[in-house]
Structures are given as structure tokens and as C-alpha cells.
């Protein structure tokens, strides 16, 4: 979030959303929304399959606090935290 990097998204087909790196954990619930997909990318180091909102730039979050980390399902991690 120092950074102060930049997002934005781009709606995209599941197969290209692939091709460029997004990772995406839900495909089946992907294809079931006819194959379109957000993609959003925040500066070079992610490209996420997700439906949004996010903000403009990190630095707009400020400072977080990690409240917990736990197992969401098999192979994916959860973390819980709050800002300010």
C-alpha cells in the first residue's frame, strides 16, 4: 500500500483472463456467469479474477490491521483485517 500503486479492471473471457496470469479460484461459478469475467489488476505484481469494488490506488487504504488468518477451504487461505 505505500506504493501507491494503481488499479483498474478489464471485463475479459474466462480463457483470456487465463492467458494473461489472472488467478481465479471459483471457475465453475465463472462459467456459469456466460464466461465473462473482471479481471482486476493492481500495478505489476497481481491479476485477480473478482467482482469488485476496489479502490483507484493502495495508498487510498492506509495503514491495516491483520485480525486472522485461517483455512477458507482446501488450498485457500483467508485473512480477516480492518483499516485505519
Do not use: W
Not at 4 to 31: C, M, P, Q, T, W
Not at 33 to 43: A, D, P
Request: charged share 25%; net charge positive.
Amino acid at each position: 500500500m505505500r506504493r501507491n500503486s494503481a488499479s483498474h479492471f478489464e471485463v475479459l473471457s474466462l480463457a483470456e483472463a487465463k492467458a494473461r496470469g489472472a488467478i481465479g479460484l471459483f471457475e465453475d461459478k465463472y462459467v456459469q456467469l456466460g464466461g465473462k469475467v473482471k479481471v482486476y489488476f493492481v500495478g505489476d505484481f497481481s491479476k485477480e479474477v473478482c467482482g469488485g469494488p476496489h479502490v483507484d490506488h493502495t495508498g487510498e487504504l492506509g495503514s491495516f490491521k491483520i485480525l486472522k488468518e485461517e483455512a477458507s477451504s482446501a488450498g485457500v487461505r483467508r485473512i480477516k483485517a480492518v483499516l485505519g
